[in-house]
């Protein structure tokens, strides 16, 4: 599968960091929230992350800082705010970085599982709660499970994240069976190479 585009839900620093990565990776990402000044801070820590490690290639003379600018307004301009969901309806990969409530999590889910397209991956950023529960609200019996990606740590500087699996079934049957998700690996690209500080 290929992720053409994605989506972040919740514009916090943990929502500001994986939009960064994903558009890092020339994925251009839509980063949505429930209030405008919510988006400003998302795009703000984007920002803020991007020309922290612009800045680090440069000190490195691994770039030149004409280079760096134009990377970042590459990189920036990748990333769309919005409190709607109008530009979730062709992501191929959803990743939702809300408050660690469950009943916030289902509603999302709840959501996500009307407006994204048939094929998207949903994912949770849950470092606490159960995938399991979260699939529970039944919202997901049609679709592929949501995997629980986990970061190692701040979203910015993880080359590692953790996979885990829920129980609820992909149709509607009688024994759940545990479902499986393979999330792609998005990787930033900063320098103006196809490298990455992650091989």
């Known amino acids: 599968m290929f992720v053409f585009k994605a989506a972040v839900l919740g514009a916090g620093t943990m929502g500001g960091e994986i939009a960064q990565v ?33 800045a680090s290639l440069v000190k490195k003379e691994k770039l030149t800082q004409e280079q760096a600018d134009e990377r970042r307004e590459e990189i920036l301009g990748r990333i769309t705010g919005t409190t709607e969901y109008a530009g979730f309806g062709d992501a191929d990969f959803v990743i939702e970085a809300v408050p660690e409530r469950m009943e916030i999590k289902q509603a999302v889910f709840a959501e996500l599982d009307e407006v994204t397209p048939g094929h998207a991956i949903l994912a949770s950023n849950t470092s606490a709660l159960s995938i399991s529960e979260i699939e529970s609200a039944e919202v997901l019996d049609a679709r592929i499970a949501c995997p629980g990606v986990t970061s190692s740590s701040s979203a910015k500087t993880a080359c590692l994240i953790s996979i885990r699996s829920g129980t609820a079934s992909i149709t509607k049957s009688a024994s759940p069976k545990p479902s499986y998700s393979v999330v792609p690996v998005i990787r930033p690209r900063i320098s103006s190479r196809r490298s990455s500080a992650c091989s």
């Open 22 to 54: 994903i558009a890092s990776a020339d994925v251009p990402v839509v980063m949505k929230d429930v209030k405008q000044e919510f988006i400003d801070a998302g795009l703000t820590k984007a920002r803020e992350v991007t020309e922290g490690q612009l």
